[in-house]
């Protein structure tokens, strides 16, 4: 018997969050579906649903309830536009090559 958690490198906000509110040391809360592990206290990836990637943030908690996450995080650094491109042009050709990107 198991029990599934997904492990995550990536902090992906689930919709309707508005991006275009991201400011560096501001902190936010999201609630995710499912249960799953992140890293505290280190830098972790800021993306979307569409691999677009937004910056650094740290998250400074998670909790597991009711088959949920709920994550506090804070933004860390954001990336200008070139920037943003480079790291998904790159991230979504290794992820072809993993598998997770379809």
Known sequence: MGYYVELNTLLRPPEPFNFSSLAVGNKYTVTLERERAFPLHIAILLIDANWN????AVAHSAFLKDK???IEFEVL???TKE?????QRKFVEAGKLTGEVK
């Open 68 to 70: 949920k996450t709920t």
């Open 53 to 56: 990637f937004y910056g650094y």
């Open 77 to 79: 650094t954001l990336f």
């Open 83 to 87: 920037e943003q491109s480079i790291y």
